[in-house]
């Protein structure tokens, strides 16, 4: 019986290879080395053609087991509060608008974004006796602020000194307007 394909789309993934082969372009590879693999064609590419491949494409990156390119889509988020921050004071209402949206967005970032985890960590205005014991988290449960006493709702980014367990909002932390 024929099944019929539910996409022909190609959706290549990175993954180490099961075998040895040869890419399109003559490098060889070896089992256990990292490549991407289109299911749709059977293609396999080495990690230069693919990056090469997806670079033309100016694409998202893919995704698969052993990642190989870092993609992070709050980079530009945090370069543009970067740039707002470094602007002379009194700020134009319409850029301390954008400043307030940029700072909602970075707040429903995933704390495992790096650029996001960088900018926070870097623009707290609280010193910590040791900066490294601070770290950008997800609360499991409500906390209250150290600084504003408002509550932080389970869910929300915020930093968090350890081993106290104090809370800072990024409100009340990183917006210095």
Not at 72 to 83: A, E, H, W
Not at 102 to 125: D, G, H, I
Not at 164 to 169: A, E, G, I
Request: charged residues 25%; contains cysteine.
């Amino acid at each position: 019986m024929l099944t019929q394909r539910k996409s022909t789309a190609s959706n290549p993934v990175y993954m180490y290879a099961k075998f040895r082969g040869v890419c399109k372009c003559g490098r060889g590879f070896i089992a256990g080395e990292q490549i991407e693999f289109d299911p749709a064609g059977r293609h396999k590419r080495c990690v230069q053609c693919a990056r090469k491949r997806q670079s033309t494409q100016r694409t998202q990156p893919l995704t698969g087991i052993g990642q190989v390119i870092d993609f992070d889509s709050y980079s530009g988020v945090v370069q543009r509060l970067r740039r707002i921050a470094e602007l002379p004071r009194p700020l134009a209402p319409h850029i301390s608008h954008e400043y307030w949206k940029l700072m909602q967005e970075v707040s429903t970032a995933p704390e495992t974004s790096k650029s996001v985890n960088q900018f926070l960590r870097s623009n707290a205005r609280c010193c910590a006796s040791n900066p490294a014991e601070r770290y950008v988290v997800t609360l499991l449960e409500d906390k209250i602020c150290i600084h504003c006493l408002e509550t932080q709702s389970k869910g929300d980014l915020v930093l968090m000194d350890f081993p106290s367990r104090d809370v800072h909002c990024i409100w009340c932390e990183c917006t210095n307007l």
